[in-house]
């Protein structure tokens, strides 16, 4: 898409905002979870009995994960992205679904949230660029953190390509699905 263009948008899959278009930065390179991927995720973590309580949202680009989360029960949500036109998109984002009062969004990189978040957080999301390699470093960092405990719920969206390790400090992998190229490990 052109700088300037118009945006592209997603839906919101379920819950209270349920229909949804969300925008997405228009003239970035982004790759958002596409609506077919994001709903399956959402089912696996209802199938498992997730808590959406509190939610962290890394890498969080137009911020559909944390949306989703937020419109089906999620009642706080901390979006971490280093684009200020991402970051300004998600802030409209959340308007449009009226889940202002119930989220900060957070426009630094993630490595340098870390330090700054307080949490702990029942949820947290990841979808950081597929070709990163630092995504791992920063997953070493957060489950040796006091942003996650024991019940957390670790959602990492990656490239099938390169699987990620079955643990993560205390946290072993409980599900991995593949739709296309895109890999989504879930660990607690």
């Given amino acids: 898409m052109a700088p300037g ?68 029960g999620g009642q706080w949500c901390d979006f971490v992205e280093q684009d200020r036109a991402a970051c300004a998109t998600i802030r409209e984002n959340l308007a449009l679904a009226g889940f202002q009062g119930r989220a900060r969004v957070h426009c630094l990189a993630v490595a340098r949230a870390l330090d700054r978040l307080e949490g702990p957080y029942s949820l947290v999301l990841m979808d950081p660029p597929y070709a990163d390699e630092s995504a791992a470093t920063v997953l070493d960092r957060l489950v040796a953190s006091s942003l996650v405990q024991p019940g957390t719920t670790l959602v990492l969206e990656h490239s099938w390509r390169r699987l990620p390790a079955d643990r993560w400090g205390p946290f072993a992998l409980v599900s991995r699905k593949r739709h296309g190229d895109t890999g989504i490990s879930i660990y607690r």
Avoid: H, N, Q, W
């Fill in 5 to 72: 263009a118009a945006a592209s948008t997603m839906r919101v899959i379920a819950g209270e905002a349920k229909g949804l278009r969300l925008k997405r930065p228009a003239g970035r390179r982004l790759r958002p979870t596409s609506d077919l991927v994001r709903g399956a995720m959402f089912d696996v973590l209802a199938s498992l009995g997730a808590d959406l309580s509190c939610v962290l949202d890394l890498y969080a680009g137009s911020g559909a994960l944390g949306v989703e989360a937020l419109s089906r």
